[in-house]
């Protein structure tokens, strides 16, 4: 498996890192975009399971996050991230100019993937969205939610801590203690990430019949940080006939790296066989 690294400048003038897990021989492409406070190096395990089977697998850091430039947890505009996702696939299709490209989107990153999919990217074989983000459970503080539109109005850079519970995303012990030892997981966001968050969550909902692209949606069935709701709303509501739903009994909210994540790699393997 080759490994790779990089980096590209995005809207901003941001330095946007990324990294690569390349099989010898590749025949399709997921490009990663991950959650809240975390970064690409997280996503190592899909990589190397899904390396194994012959896909390229692709993960950036979004601005503010890991090792790419910005302010910890601030954009200006949900904008931003839509910028730091086209502009990445970009760089995808000109790494690998013959293969098709699947979104994959954990979290915050299914928010983005969500925003870019309402738009009708062109091209696309399909997406897959994970812990899915249109029903915040536990960060959704009413008094933190206030506070952050009036600040967000008058001092949008103002730093505030989104107090995630750690242990709500995995049963598994080990990748709870993997995360909090991580020197490159913040829990530090913006007034302006927060408005733009919620802003962003009523767009999707309003524009979700324009989703027409395949779709694989994965959920813990017992998130507390995003609830299943929201994933089963967008099965309900998305106007493509292709899409799925798993929900997992028991799993938090990080199904990818919670104890049965072996069936959850298998079923997006599965998904991604009959999308090639």
Same mark, same amino acid.
């Given at each position: 498996?080759?490994?790779?690294?990089g980096?590209?400048?995005?809207?901003?003038?941001?330095?946007?890192?990324?990294?690569?897990?390349r099989?010898?021989?590749?025949?399709?492409?997921l490009?990663?975009?991950?959650?809240?406070?975390?970064?690409?190096?997280?996503?190592?395990?899909?990589?190397?399971?899904?390396?194994?089977?012959?896909?390229?697998?692709?993960?950036?850091?979004?601005?503010?996050?890991?090792?790419?430039?910005?302010?910890?947890?601030?954009?200006e505009?949900?904008?931003?991230?839509?910028?730091?996702?086209?502009?990445?696939?970009?760089?995808?299709?000109?790494?690998?100019?013959?293969?098709?490209?699947?979104?994959?989107?954990?979290?915050?990153g299914?928010?983005?993937?969500?925003?870019?999919?309402?738009?009708?990217?062109?091209?696309?074989?399909?997406? &897959?969205?994970?812990?899915? /983000?249109?029903?915040? +459970?536990?960060?959704?503080?009413?008094?933190? $939610?206030?506070? =952050? !539109?009036? %600040?967000?109005?008058?001092?949008?850079?103002?730093?505030?801590?989104?107090?995630?519970?750690?242990?709500?995303?995995?049963?598994?012990?080990?990748?709870?203690?993997?995360?909090?030892?991580?020197?490159?997981?913040?829990?530090?966001?913006?007034?302006?990430?927060?408005?733009?968050?919620?802003?962003?969550?009523?767009?999707?909902?309003?524009?979700?019949?324009? &989703?027409?692209?395949?779709? /694989?949606?994965?959920? +813990?069935?017992?998130?507390?940080?995003?609830? $299943?709701?929201? =994933? !089963?709303? %967008?099965?309900?509501?998305?106007?493509?006939?292709?899409?799925?739903?798993?929900?997992?009994p028991?799993?938090?909210?990080?199904?990818?790296?919670?104890?049965?994540?072996?069936?959850?790699?298998?079923?997006?393997?599965?998904?991604?066989?009959?999308?090639?």
């Amino acid at each position: 498996m080759q490994t790779l690294e990089g980096y590209f400048v995005s809207f901003g003038a941001e330095k946007i890192f990324y990294r690569g897990w390349r099989p010898a021989k590749a025949k399709a492409v997921l490009q990663v975009t991950h959650g809240f406070g975390e970064h690409s190096g997280r996503y190592e395990g899909l990589a190397q399971y899904l390396g194994s089977l012959g896909y390229a697998v692709y993960a950036q850091d979004l601005r503010g996050h890991g090792r790419s430039t910005g302010q910890r947890g601030h954009i200006e505009s949900w904008l931003d991230y839509w910028y730091d996702l086209t502009l990445f696939r970009s760089q995808l299709e000109a790494l690998e100019p013959r293969l098709p490209i699947f979104l994959y989107g954990h979290s915050m990153g299914s928010l983005v993937v969500l925003d870019y999919l309402v738009k009708q990217p062109p091209d696309l074989r399909g997406a &897959i969205v994970s812990g899915v /983000l249109l029903e915040p +459970g536990q960060p959704a503080q009413p008094l933190l $939610v206030a506070i =952050a !539109r009036l %600040l967000s109005r008058f001092w949008p850079q103002a730093p505030l801590r989104l107090n995630l519970d750690i242990n709500a995303l995995s049963r598994d012990s080990a990748t709870v203690q993997a995360y909090r030892s991580d020197p490159l997981v913040h829990n530090r966001v913006s007034a302006r990430w927060g408005t733009e968050v919620l802003q962003t969550i009523e767009t999707v909902k309003a524009q979700v019949k324009s &989703i027409r692209d395949p779709l /694989l949606i994965l959920h +813990g069935e017992a998130d507390a940080i995003n609830r $299943v709701e929201g =994933a !089963r709303w %967008l099965f309900r509501e998305a106007s493509t006939t292709d899409k799925e739903l798993r929900v997992y009994p028991g799993s938090f909210h990080e199904p990818h790296n919670d104890l049965n994540k072996g069936q959850v790699l298998q079923d997006i393997a599965e998904w991604l066989e009959r999308h090639l």
